[in-house]
């Protein structure tokens, strides 16, 4: 079992910067990939990023690509999402999760999260 634990998550002006890390425990071992989803009120979960342990590969949506970086830290079990320029439309809980499957984009594929961590962009 692997259980996935959020920080980071707060207030930012547009423009602005934040960090979010997401630690893991348990048997991490088994798992491929782990990625960025956020739920925007009135809206599906959507893919963020993602990053494959093996290669260290990151994978990005469009709509982050240039703005967020996506970062792991094998030693610490650790996974971090560096957000810049900010807008408005960002604001939104943050979830981390995990998979042991290859497609990295779809939540389903993910069976374990983390309970989110709300991220407030501010004008």
């Known amino acids: 079992q692997v259980q996935l634990v959020e920080s980071g998550g707060g207030l930012v002006q547009a423009g602005g910067s934040l960090r979010l890390s997401c630690a893991a425990s348990?048997?991490?071992?088994?798992?491929?990939?782990m990625g960025w989803f956020r739920r925007a009120p009135g809206k599906e979960r959507e893919f963020i990023a993602a990053?494959?342990?093996?290669?260290?590969?990151?994978y990005y949506a469009d709509y982050v690509k240039g703005r967020f970086t996506i970062s792991g830290d094998n030693a610490k079990n650790t996974i971090y999402l560096q957000m810049t320029r900010l807008k408005l439309e960002d604001t939104a809980v943050y979830y981390c999760?995990?998979?042991?499957?290859?497609?990295?984009?779809?939540?389903?594929?993910?069976?374990?999260w983390g309970q989110g961590t709300q991220v407030t962009v501010s004008s």
């Open positions: 990053i494959t342990w093996s290669g260290s590969n990151a």
């Open positions: 348990g048997r991490t071992f088994s798992n491929v990939a």
């Open positions: 999760a995990a998979t042991d499957e290859r497609i990295v984009n779809i939540a389903t594929q993910y069976p374990y």
